[in-house]
Every structure is written in structure tokens, then in C-alpha cells.
């Protein structure tokens, strides 16, 4: 897989200066004061002798075009640029090949790098970056700031003006060339010097990454301000990418499949080549020296990175503690080719019906109604033959107006109201609806937080759950006062409508589940905390509301159920609707669940279960076992699990309700694929270090909203790691959020117990609140 196409002994140790290597050519130094290009496409070519500097060369850049083919190379006297194919054609016509000098007395440059239209060049040398024209001698501009020396500056391939810097001070610099100043100065990013930068043009992003082998993520928006979309460590990332490959090596056999997610990026360390998935923060694979016996090399000082080309990439590296340079190519197509992947392609769309022994298939026995036998002899008859017998008319007033005619009444059609009704319930969500941005109201409802909600299918109510021990029932314009439901004993940690909207549960910290219904003010199901060893950490309508699915502790319980409203005004304490257990698994490893996810819209077998040992497991419930698991999923224990489960109002691609979303506290969140459980993206901009900030997916599949312990709310688009929109000024951390399943609308619960009401900017104007204030709102070497 990697392969050494040429070896090259320098009369000196060149460990840590720039290399400098393109697709066609690589150059190293000779004598300290020449130069020696090598073609690697024809590597029996007699290598081009470049001569012209007065002192020792310390750095060299290619650049970024192909036709012609420029070299810049810098020492302590001159900067100079040359044509390779120039300087190859004086020399096939004897004539001694030369330059141009672009700089001189600039002292010890340690980088060099071309603007995309190689036009000028940046010149790193102490704390100032000179900016010179690459044609003839001459300093545009130069900028001086770091507190430390520089070691790498790089332009901007999306705006020429714009440059970035890196140095040994542990920061970078985003600068206005035009103006000479500073547009963005980073945060002290590490305890070790950075060492090199590079541009991400397609996502508008730039990496950089130090000594200590850490790799930032930032993305530069048009603003100019950079905000951190991942942080990454090459040490961690391989320790998880090994207890990945045993875990799925166990579990799959050695299955693989073809990756074509192609946001990867190449890191040079000292030990080898690592390869990382920039959407996921994950390692995908790692080339170590070790494991190829036959390189001249086995730790690396400095690399060379030259971009893709025809399938394959080169590397120039050199060694750290020997006088010699090797050139590798590595296959792109057998470094990208095969990834691991797990699982027996899992799909939450059934494709088969169910197995005849399977739980789904449990039925409740209704139980026969008691009537009392008929007993001999005549029973006694009523008078009349009606139930109901109209009043004489004796005790009421006497009545002075016998008969008034109503006029001008206007009928209004029936078969308008009808088609009115229609249009409401066929309404479409706006597929190309931009996200919500805009606060709309804000609304005080408690002085406890707000741990979850949930908007009823057809978008009209919403449920909330609070610290209070109460749950909240509110139109979704939250206009009107909400209808309060109580007998919780602790914080309700769950709460789930039913799929026709008829009534709805609760589940709550006191290890009691609860079933409400319309117009009664009393549960009609108690499942009491004598049924459960531990709370409920999350229950839900499963299987268009035929069972109950709820998780305690380390078991995932399915009950049928019955619900009777009725009650005997005498024996009040007995409810009339019945609770039977279905099914009863456990996880693997009796790990407790901390969360759990299923569809109830349509039938599906899948459940989504996380555990405490910060694994993903997956409950066929056809089968009734654990079809798949995911050992590490994050570094702590995952407290939030939302499926892309759609809506009514819109539709998306089958293969789109596969994907589900997990949070956990300092991981972010991670949306993974279920047909492989692997993660395909990561979403870290937010905020979250204790508190169970949930997260969801928008009704269209675009969006994915999360909380965020800096008082904000986080809009991201689902095919970018960096948010999209930051929703500020909320009052306190902000515990919940969720999507309208009828139109484009976010809904956030903070710990202080308000809720604000988000809509896309054309939305309407924002509404005032009597009960508490209005806020307005890809390859490197490291």
C-alpha cells in the first residue's frame, strides 16, 4: 500500500526544513546550497542541478499550478523562482539553467508558499511575513504581530487577499492583505508550537495542527471570523479506530464495503500517514513506518503532501535522525477502497412481514363484559317508553313571546369548511424552506427546567415535560394558558404522543409511567414504581401505538395495553384499563439504557438503544435480540437518541429514515447511518459539558438543531460539521429543542423554564410576552 519509488542520501541533516514536492517533480538539497529536482513519473530521468544561492537553503515550495511548473527556493541572501520546464530546456541546449530573484537579505526563511494564481509568494521569516511578486523583485506588502517566530503562512484560495497565519506563539492570524491587518487572531490553540496550515476550499475551512499531534478544524466564513468545527487527536482517534476494528471484526466477520464519503484529509506524524474522516473526527486508516520493513525510513522529520493525481498521492518525507529523504506513493484507491463497517444491513423499514413467534404478533385477550343472568318472573315496566320524560312546564316561568322569526341568515357551505379541513390536513412542509433563525415569542412557564417536549403528529399541540413534576399541554402557538397535568412525584423525564393524537404518556424520575387522555384530568394507566427496579429513563408509543416500549435499568420492556376511561365514582382508586407485559429484553453486558429511540409512524422492528458503557445497540423486536452493537460510540455515556423519522406533512428517501442522531456530554453529536452503524458526521460547534442538552432532526431532513450550555441554541445543515445558525440570548442553558412537524418552525426549553418560539427571517414579526422579557435575537503534515 505504500511504496517507496526513491531514496535519496544528503550529504546532511535536513530534518526539519520544507520540503518541497509537486504531481510531477521533487526537490531536495545539495551542498546545502543547490538544488536537485528528481521527476517521479520518469524516475531514471537525469535529476536538474539548480545552482545560484550564495548561503544554506532553508525552505522550498512548489507551485500550486501545473503549466508552467514554478519552484521557489530561499536562503539567508537570495529568494528565487524558477521554471522547471524552462530550466530543463536550457539545459537539453547546454546553457547553465537560472532564475529569478524575487527577494534578498529577508533572513532565515523557514516557509515559502504560492498564492492559487502563483502570483506572489509569502516568505515566513522571524515574526513578519513578506509578501513578494513571483516575476520580478519586489515586496508587496508585509505584516508582522505573533508574539513568537512564524512557522507556516498560506493564502486564502477562495479570496487572494486574505492569509493566514501560524506560529510558535500557538495561534493564528486570519489577515487583510490590502489593508495589512488582522481580520481574526485565534485563541492559544495548544501547549505546542503549530506547525502547518492548509486550506479546505470546497467547505470553506482551514486546518491546523501542532506538535503534540492535534488537529484543529476552523471554519473561515465571509465575515472572516473563524469558528472551531472539530478538534482532534491523532492518539485518541487511533486508540478508538482499533477497539472499532476488534469490535466489528467479532461481530461481522471481516465485512467491509466500499466508502465514498471523500472528506478525508492525510496527516504526516513522525510514526506514519494517518488518514481521517473530517465529517466524522474519526481515523480511518494508518500507514505506520514499522509495518513496512523495507523504507529507508522509520521516523519522520518533515513531509511534503503533493496534492491528488491520477488515483495516487506522493510524499516527500525525511528522516529525523538520518541525512536521507524517501519519495512514497501511496493508492488511493487501496488506502479509500475498504472501510470497515459492521452489522447485517439493518434497515428501520421492514422488509418482510413479521415471524410468527415474534413479540409483535402478541395480542391482549379483551376480557367478556360481566352481565348478571336474567332471572325468571316479570319485572316491573315503566309507564312511558322512553328514557327521558319532558317536564310539565309547572315551575318555569311563563313564556311572553311565542314566536320570533330569525332573519338574514347567511348558510354558510358545507362543502367549504370541508375542503378548509382538507387543505389543513394535506398541507406540505416547505421542502426548500430556509432554517428557523428568528425568535418569535418567548414564554416563562416555570421556574424548573425543562427537560423534554414533544409537538403532537399533526403539529397543533405540544407536550412538556418539567422539573416541576408536571407536564404542560399547549397549543403550538403558545398563546393560550396550557392545560396542566400533575401526579408525578420527581422531574418528568419523558413524554410521547400517540400516533392518532388521542392521548399521550409521561414517564418520570419516580419510576412511574403515565397514560393521559383528553378532557380527564386523571391518568387512565398508572404503571406504578413497584413495576421497575429504577426510573424510566425514556418511554414511548411503539408500532402505531399497539404497544407500550419503555426502558429501566439494563431491560427494554414491551407492554400491550387497553385503555378504558370509565371509572365507578365509588371505587375511584381502580382503573379500568389494562397493562400487559409483551415481551422483556436485556441489553448485552447488563449495561443500563440511558436512552432509546423507535419509529411509531409506520411498523418497524428497529429500536435504538444507548447504554451506560457508552454503547449503541440495536433491538430487532421481531427476533426479539440484539441484532447489532456498537462498542465506544462516544467517550461518555450517550443521553439523547432522535431517529430522522420525517413527519405527515413531508416526505423524504427511504434510505434518509436509516440515519439517527446520539449526543453526549463533551462529545457533541454524532449522526450515524443503520445500514452499517458507522458515524458519517459530527457536529461539535455547541456547548456541552454536564448537562443533557438534547438534539433533532428537522421534519425535511436538512436541519439538525442541538441545546447548548452557552445559552445559545445551534442550527446546523446536516451536510456541514459547522452551524449554520447560533440562536443567542436565551436566559440559561438550553436543555431541549424540537422541530414542528407541520411547518418550519423550533421550539427550545431552557433550565430556567422558558420557551422561545424560532422561525425562518421572512417568518412573523416577533410576538411580546406578559410573563417574562422578549430577547431579540484536503491534505496536511503535522
Known amino acids: 500500500m505504500m511504496v517507496e519509488k526513491l531514496s535519496l542520501t544528503c550529504d546532511r541533516l535536513i530534518s526539519h526544513r520544507q520540503l518541497a514536492c509537486c504531481h510531477s517533480y521533487c526537490v531536495i538539497p545539495l551542498r546545502c546550497k543547490e538544488l536537485l529536482v528528481y521527476s517521479h513519473v520518469d524516475t531514471e530521468q537525469k535529476p536538474l542541478l539548480l545552482t545560484g544561492h550564495h548561503g544554506d537553503i532553508s525552505a522550498m515550495a512548489f507551485g500550486k499550478g501545473s503549466k508552467p511548473v514554478l519552484l521557489c527556493s530561499a536562503s539567508a541572501d537570495y529568494i528565487i523562482v524558477w521554471d522547471i520546464e524552462l530550466c530543463l530546456r536550457r539545459r537539453r541546449e547546454g546553457i547553465v539553467a537560472a532564475g529569478t ?68 506563539d500557538r495561534t493564528f492570524k486570519v489577515w487583510d492583505l490590502k489593508t495589512e491587518s488582522v481580520h481574526y487572531q485565534s485563541f492559544v490553540l495548544s501547549a505546542s508550537p503549530l506547525l502547518s496550515v492548509f486550506f479546505l476550499e470546497e467547505s470553506r475551512q482551514l486546518i491546523t495542527g501542532s506538535t503534540n499531534g492535534e488537529v484543529w478544524c476552523f471554519s473561515l466564513l465571509d465575515d472572516h471570523k473563524c469558528h472551531l468545527v472539530t478538534n482532534m487527536d491523532i492518539q485518541k482517534m487511533q486508540k478508538r479506530h482499533q477497539r472499532h476494528q476488534e469490535t466489528v471484526a467479532q461481530q461481522a466477520g471481516g465485512v467491509t464495503d466500499p466508502s465514498k464519503d471523500n472528506s478525508w484529509l492525510c496527516i504526516g506524524s513522525s510514526d506514519g500517514l494517518y488518514l481521517v474522516d473530517l465529517a466524522t473526527s474519526e481515523l480511518l486508516s494508518a500507514l505506520h513506518f514499522k509495518d513496512y520493513p523495507s523504507l529507508s525510513i522509520t521516523v519522520a522529520g518533515s513531509w511534503s503532501i503533493s496534492p491528488a493525481w491520477d488515483n495516487s498521492m506522493v510524499f516527500l518525507v525525511s528522516s529525523l535522525f538520518t541525512p536521507c529523504v524517501v519519495l512514497l506513493e501511496v493508492s488511493l484507491c487501496a488506502l479509500l477502497g475498504r472501510t470497515w463497517a459492521g452489522g447485517e444491513g439493518l434497515s428501520v423499514i421492514p422488509s418482510s412481514p413479521p415471524l410468527l413467534e415474534s413479540p409483535l404478533n402478541a395480542e391482549l385477550k379483551k376480557k367478556e363484559p360481566n352481565c348478571p343472568k336474567k332471572k325468571g318472573g316479570v319485572k316491573e315496566q315503566p309507564l312511558v317508553f322512553h328514557s327521558k320524560v319532558k317536564s310539565s312546564g309547572y315551575t318555569s316561568s311563563p313564556r311572553r313571546t311565542m314566536f320570533s322569526p330569525k332573519t338574514n341568515v347567511q348558510k354558510t357551505p358545507c362543502s367549504a369548511k370541508a375542503n378548509k379541513t382538507i387543505g389543513c390536513l394535506h398541507r406540505n412542509y416547505p421542502a426548500d424552506s430556509a432554517a428557523p433563525n428568528t425568535p418569535h415569542i418567548q414564554l416563562s412557564i416555570a421556574n424548573k427546567p425543562v427537560f423534554c417536549f414533544q409537538y403532537s403528529g399533526d403539529g397543533k399541540q405540544i407536550l412538556c415535560g418539567l422539573g416541576d413534576n408536571s407536564v404542560l399541554l399547549y397549543k403550538s402557538s403558545l398563546t393560550s394558558s396550557p392545560v396542566v397535568y400533575t401526579g408525578h412525584d420527581k422531574a418528568v423525564s419523558s413524554v410521547g404522543w400517540s400516533h392518532n393524537r388521542q392521548w399521550w404518556l409521561s414517564a418520570s424520575e419516580d419510576r412511574t409511567l403515565r397514560i393521559w387522555t383528553h378532557g380527564n384530568a386523571e391518568p387512565v394507566i398508572t404503571m406504578s414504581g413497584g413495576m421497575f427496579s429504577k426510573p424510566i429513563r425514556s418511554a414511548q408509543f411503539y408500532y402505531l401505538d399497539k404497544f407500550l416500549l419503555l426502558a429501566s435499568g439494563h431491560s427494554l420492556y414491551l407492554y400491550l395495553y387497553n385503555l378504558d376511561s370509565t371509572r365507578d365514582d365509588i371505587k375511584r382508586y381502580q382503573q379500568r384499563s389494562v397493562v400487559k407485559m409483551a415481551s422483556c429484553l436485556e441489553t448485552t453486558s447488563a449495561t443500563d439504557i440511558t436512552a ?93 459539558r454536564c448537562h443533557p442538552c438534547s438534539s433533532a432532526i428537522s421534519p425535511c431532513g436538512r436541519f439538525i438543531a442541538s441545546g447548548s450550555e452557552d445559552n445559545c441554541a445551534y442550527v446546523y445543515d446536516i451536510r456541514c460539521s459547522s452551524y449554520l445558525h447560533k440562536l443567542q440570548k436565551h436566559s440559561d442553558t438550553v436543555l431541549s429543542v424540537t422541530f414542528n412537524p407541520a411547518t418550519p418552525e423550533l421550539l427550545t426549553g431552557t433550565l430556567d423554564g422558558k420557551l422561545r418560539l424560532f422561525q425562518p427571517s421572512g417568518g412573523a414579526c416577533l410576538s411580546h410576552d406578559t410573563s417574562a422579557a422578549v430577547h431579540s435575537v484536503p491534505s496536511m503534515a503535522v
Open 596 to 688: 432509546l429511540s423507535a419509529i411509531n409512524d409506520f411498523f418497524s422492528y428497529i429500536v435504538v438503544v444507548c447504554g451506560s458503557d457508552r454503547s449503541i445497540q440495536v433491538f430487532d423486536m421481531n427476533k426479539g435480540t440484539v441484532a447489532s452493537e456498537l462498542l465506544d460510540a462516544h467517550s461518555r455515556a450517550v443521553h439523547c437518541i432522535t431517529q430522522n423519522k420525517g413527519s405527515m406533512f413531508s416526505t423524504q428517501a427511504p434510505d434518509s429514515y436509516n440515519l439517527f442522531l446520539t449526543s453526549a456530554v463533551t462529545d457533541g453529536v454524532k449522526i450515524w447511518d443503520l445500514r452499517t452503524l458507522r458515524c458519517v458526521r459530527r457536529y461539535e460547534s455547541h456547548l456541552n
Open 101 to 168: 530573484v524575487i527577494g534578498t537579505l529577508l533572513g532565515e526563511v523557514v516557509h515559502l508558499s504560492f498564492c492559487f494564481s502563483d502570483e506572489r509568494v509569502a516568505a515566513c521569516s522571524g515574526t513578519t511575513v513578506y509578501i513578494l511578486s513571483s516575476k520580478r523583485q519586489d515586496v508587496i506588502s508585509m505584516v508582522t504581530g505573533h508574539l513568537g517566530p512564524l512557522t507556516a503562512a498560506e493564502f486564502c484560495p477562495w479570496n487572494k487577499e486574505i492569509l493566514v497565519t501560524i506560529s510558535e
